[in-house]
């Protein structure tokens, strides 16, 4: 009787442990799936803010260059109207110059000569 007692208590601490150890590797596969899945969720918000931060600097990038090529366009805007102020006034200077040398000789051209 001793002998089936033991066995008894024998097999009962052995269903214990069976039952110990099972609930053991649940709770590990339940851990091991909630760890996945927080990762799964944290990749996806880094993914996210990766995407948002790319978005953002594209934006001032953007506006940079559209900074850039304003500027560009008011410096050669600039030059092309300096080039064309001294064009003009190089012109109205040569106009007004000829216009004082060839005049008083246009003025006595053999044809307007009075004959006196």
């Not at 339940?30 to 953002?56: G, P």
């Not at 600039?78 to 064309?84: D, L, Q, R």
């Not at 005049?103 to 006196?116: A, F, I, R």
């Amino acid at each position: 009787m001793q002998e089936a007692s033991a066995l008894r208590r024998e097999e009962a601490r052995r269903g214990t442990e069976q039952k110990i150890l099972e609930e053991m590797i649940r709770t590990e596969k339940e851990k091991a799936e909630i760890d996945q899945e927080l990762n799964r969720a944290k990749a996806l918000a880094e993914a996210n803010a990766r995407v948002h931060e790319e978005k953002e600097s594209e934006e001032v990038t953007k506006r940079m260059m559209l900074e850039r090529m304003k500027g560009e366009k008011e410096k050669w805007l600039s030059a092309i109207n300096t080039t064309f102020s001294h064009i003009e006034g190089f012109n109205a200077f040569f106009i007004s110059n000829f216009y004082e040398v060839n005049l008083p000789l246009s003025l006595e051209c053999p044809g307007n000569k009075k004959k006196g």
